[in-house]
């Protein structure tokens, strides 16, 4: 047993007494009676049974760290102190009051499952209640119980009307006569006189969002448990500690995440990388089949001009070696009628020389003209990578496209001539890529003639061949200016027409029906390219299955892409 000596004329208090003998309280339990002195002599004991009561004892213990006091019921008075007291109340380890709810347990936020968009409602919370009719020392009955909680829900009629943190109420019970004034009192008492302010988060609130709006707080609110609203008027109370805690989780799983997404980005990288190397291996690979078909065009074209130049060189060199032959004559004075017997003799025909040397002449200038037009048109595709965007005549691109596959044009042993029907519009100069526009132009003139040549073939094996389809393998190329200054290309055939399904992969690279080594399927993917990307405008297909296909080009008359 203590026995504390307070002079009455002193301000010293009972809780002061209390502070300097905490290490004896921490090492044993012990009873404390408290008596008045004057002028140092005992001038009587004062029963103090009605300050000593249950709520100031909690209070007490919370103070002091909730160390193990004891205070027994048995009195200490005896003949020694015949008129002290001693007061001993057992202090309350259990809640059994009905109108106070039970306590959830409170995970460490270390063993929650959460994840990065986790939630507020992810997060165990507090719904420990107390109406506000209750006297104030039962909040400290129940703080003692739950050293964990870190505030009290406070209801009327089980309605909520606020909460109090743990710190606000040990602050205000700290202070002097706190307990005095509202231990016994009703909670509403002490609410009313704190008007604790209040943060209220919705449960749906992400929890990097609520640390942030949390974090938003005055320097003396920041640590303050948070409201979370679950239900309409249903709230639950999360420790700011609990939140920090899973807010550091969270941050944890954020980098992690971020360690593999950099894993992932670096390996896309390397793929990327390695696609663009193929892709532009393929590219390559699909402008030499281009060249290929182009060679062998260009080859079958100035094949057959040379030819007859060469076979016409056979005769104009004999019409010349006779002509020769009489000039010779003449040079050396024969008479005209000797020189004529000389020629008849030997079967030559000056008048038939003369009338059909012009002719020859003249049939191999055009031999000599159309070499020249296919070498011209060769020029054009020698460009095909100019980067430089220059006005050009859009008509003259696509007929030299059409020189280049004419012999594709031309009839077959299994199919009639392909005929092309031009309807152009007078279209001032175009500012374009003109060598990859004629690349454009012979992607798609080249599918169609393909897709003609196909089915004509597939026909005739089946043997259902229209009669008027022998003589009707057409392609259309038709070119307009708009109003608003954009060209217009459009170019139609008449063949089987194009599926939806396939219609909707038609542009994307690496596809094609065609068969093995007949098509790479970059062809329309690169048209594509180069008229959306290159020059700003729109390539676009319209078809219906046995309807044929058309499609339409439209590029700007003035480029915006000068410099791509």
């Known amino acids: 047993m203590l026995v504390f000596g307070c002079d009455r004329t002193t301000n010293t208090k009972f809780l002061g007494l209390l502070v300097v003998?905490?290490?004896?309280?921490?090492?044993?339990?012990?009873?404390?009676?408290?008596?008045?002195?004057?002028?140092?002599?005992?001038?009587?004991?004062?029963?103090?049974?009605?300050?000593?009561?249950?709520?100031?004892?909690?209070c007490m213990a919370t103070l002091f760290d909730d160390l193990p006091l004891d205070f027994g019921n048995n009195s200490l008075g005896g003949d020694n102190i015949p008129h002290g007291i001693?007061?001993?109340?057992?202090?309350?380890?259990?809640?059994?009051?009905?109108?106070?709810?039970?306590?959830?347990?409170?995970?460490?936020?270390?063993?929650?499952?959460?994840?990065?968009?986790?939630?507020?409602?992810?997060?165990?919370?507090?719904?420990?209640?107390?109406?506000?009719?209750?006297?104030?020392?039962?909040?400290?009955?129940?703080?003692?119980?739950?050293?964990?909680?870190?505030?009290?829900?406070?209801?009327?009629?089980?309605?909520?009307?606020?909460?109090?943190?743990?710190?606000?109420?040990?602050?205000?019970?700290?202070?002097?006569?706190?307990?005095?004034?509202?231990?016994?009192?009703?909670?509403?008492?002490?609410?009313?006189?704190?008007?604790?302010?209040?943060?209220?988060?919705k449960a749906d609130t992400s929890i990097v969002a609520a640390t942030?709006?949390?974090?938003?707080?005055?320097?003396?609110?920041?640590?303050?448990?948070?409201?979370?609203?679950?239900?309409?008027?249903?709230?639950?109370?999360?420790?700011?500690?609990?939140?920090?805690?899973?807010?550091?989780?969270?941050?944890?799983?954020?980098?992690?995440?971020?360690?593999?997404?950099?894993?992932?980005?670096?390996?896309?990288?390397?793929?990327?990388?390695?696609?663009?190397?193929?892709?532009?291996?393929?590219?390559?690979?699909e402008k030499m089949i281009a060249l290929g078909h182009l060679v062998a065009g260009i080859a079958h074209e100035i094949n057959n001009p040379i030819n007859f130049i060469y076979g016409n060189l056979n005769y104009a060199r004999?019409?010349?070696?006779?002509?020769?032959?009489?000039?010779?004559?003449?040079?050396?004075?024969?008479?005209?009628?000797?020189?004529?017997?000389?020629?008849?003799?030997?079967?030559?025909?000056?008048?038939?020389?003369?009338?059909?040397?012009?002719?020859?002449?003249?049939?191999?200038?055009v031999g000599a003209t159309r070499i020249k037009e296919i070498v011209l048109s060769l020029r054009n595709f020698s460009r095909?990578?100019?980067?430089?965007?220059?006005?050009?005549?859009?008509?003259?691109?696509?007929?030299?496209?059409?020189?280049?596959?004419?012999?594709?044009?031309?009839p077959k042993p299994n199919r009639p001539e392909i005929q092309v029907i031009r309807e152009y519009t007078n279209l001032p100069k175009v500012e374009c890529h003109a060598g990859q526009l004629n690349q454009v132009f012979m992607n798609i003139i080249a599918n169609a003639i393909d897709a003609l040549s196909e089915q004509y073939e597939l026909s005739d094996a089946l043997q259902e061949i229209p009669k008027e389809f022998h003589s009707n393998l057409m392609i259309w190329i038709r070119t307009e200016l708009t109003d608003d200054e954009h060209v217009v290309i459009r170019i139609t055939d008449n063949g089987p027409g194009i599926p939806e399904n396939i219609q909707q992969r038609l542009f994307d690279p690496f596809f094609t029906t065609k068969t093995v080594g007949k098509g790479t399927g970059l062809g329309l993917s690169i048209s594509y390219q180069i008229i959306v990307e290159k020059h700003g405008g729109q390539l676009s297909c319209i078809s219906k299955p046995g309807q044929g296909a058309e499609f339409i080009i439209r590029i700007p008359l003035f480029s915006e892409l000068k410099n791509c």
């Open 384 to 410: 095909l990578d100019e980067a430089e965007i220059k006005a050009v005549d859009i008509h003259e691109g696509i007929d030299n496209t059409l020189i280049i596959l004419q012999n594709q044009l031309k």
């Open 212 to 285: 942030q709006l949390a974090l938003t707080r005055s320097p003396q609110q920041v640590y303050e448990p948070i409201l979370v609203h679950t239900q309409p008027w249903q709230y639950g109370l999360l420790d700011f500690h609990q939140l920090l805690l899973a807010n550091s989780q969270i941050h944890v799983l954020t980098l992690n995440r971020l360690q593999k997404e950099k894993e992932k980005v670096k390996i896309a990288r390397a793929g990327y990388r390695d696609l663009q190397e193929n892709y532009s291996r393929l590219v390559q690979n």
């Open 21 to 58: 003998f905490r290490q004896l309280i921490m090492t044993e339990t012990i009873a404390i009676t408290l008596f008045w002195t004057g002028d140092r002599k005992i001038s009587g004991f004062h029963d103090l049974s009605s300050a000593i009561t249950p709520q100031f004892i909690s």
């Open 86 to 201: 001693a007061t001993n109340h057992t202090l309350p380890l259990q809640v059994k009051d009905k109108q106070m709810l039970a306590v959830h347990s409170m995970d460490n936020a270390d063993e929650l499952n959460l994840k990065l968009e986790s939630t507020l409602q992810e997060l165990p919370v507090w719904n420990v209640q107390i109406e506000l009719d209750r006297p104030g020392h039962e909040l400290g009955k129940i703080f003692e119980q739950q050293p964990l909680l870190p505030g009290i829900i406070l209801t009327k009629n089980e309605q909520y009307v606020g909460m109090i943190s743990r710190s606000l109420f040990f602050e205000q019970m700290s202070r002097p006569y706190g307990l005095g004034l509202f231990g016994g009192r009703p909670v509403e008492y002490l609410y009313n006189f704190l008007h604790p302010e209040e943060f209220i988060i």
């Open 318 to 365: 004999e019409y010349v070696d006779n002509l020769l032959y009489f000039l010779e004559r003449y040079q050396n004075n024969q008479p005209y009628a000797e020189v004529a017997d000389l020629a008849q003799a030997q079967g030559i025909e000056i008048e038939f020389i003369m009338d059909d040397l012009p002719k020859l002449i003249a049939s191999m200038r």
